[in-house]
């Protein structure tokens, strides 16, 4: 790789380290809500809801589509998501 290009692929790099810290104070916000969203939950069987995932997933593959976005990214993105914050509610669900 060219110096030049070194020095471009570094701006770009530092770009993206100041691009992770933004998402994870949004991921850090995200799991705020989905523990208010827990405290409302009765019954461990309701932590999994396929019909809200299913609309979910629907309504993120339009707007990556409707933003030219690769829709294989985000439904990866936002599956490994869901499933991480459906075992982290799993893991802290407290019957009543």
């Known amino acids: 790789m060219s110096p030049k290009n070194k020095k471009k692929l570094e701006g770009i790099r530092t770009k993206l380290d100041k691009l992770d810290n933004k998402l994870l104070a949004l991921i850090k916000y995200r799991t705020f809500l989905v523990k208010e969203v827990l405290k409302l939950k009765e019954f461990k069987k309701e932590i999994v809801d396929q019909k ?45």
């Open 52 to 96: 809200r995932i299913k609309f979910i997933l629907s309504k993120i593959r339009g707007k990556s589509k409707k933003l030219k976005i690769d829709p294989k990214i985000t439904n990866r993105i936002w599956k490994n998501m869901i499933w991480s914050y459906i075992d982290y509610e799993r893991r802290n669900f407290k019957k009543k």
